[in-house]
């Protein structure tokens, strides 16, 4: 006989299923930190490195307009 740790039921309650941008399909999976990849048709992202070349003076540039918008408010 068959143990199992989960019930059957239990098994995917925590897998969340990701639809891959290119082929649309549900077969993301994640390889580290920030990293997914599509199993199908091969699709990566590396989404820690995308966010990280983001350059200084568009997050100044962002604070500059979020101060603006809110000192100039009603």
């Known amino acids: ?4 740790l989960l019930d059957p039921t239990d098994r995917h309650q925590d897998t969340h299923y990701l639809e891959c941008p290119r ?3 549900h077969s993301i999976v994640s ?10 048709c091969n699709w990566q992202r590396d989404v820690v ?3 990280g070349e983001m ?3 568009y997050v100044l ?5 979020i101060l ?7």
């Open 1 to 4: 006989m068959t143990k199992y």
């Open 23 to 25: 082929c649309g399909h």
């Open 31 to 40: 390889h580290g930190e920030g990293k997914y990849a599509c199993l199908r």
């Open 49 to 51: 490195h995308e966010w």
């Open 55 to 57: 350059p200084p003076i």
């Open 61 to 65: 540039i962002a604070i500059a307009v």
């Open 68 to 74: 603006i918008i809110l000192l100039t408010g009603p």
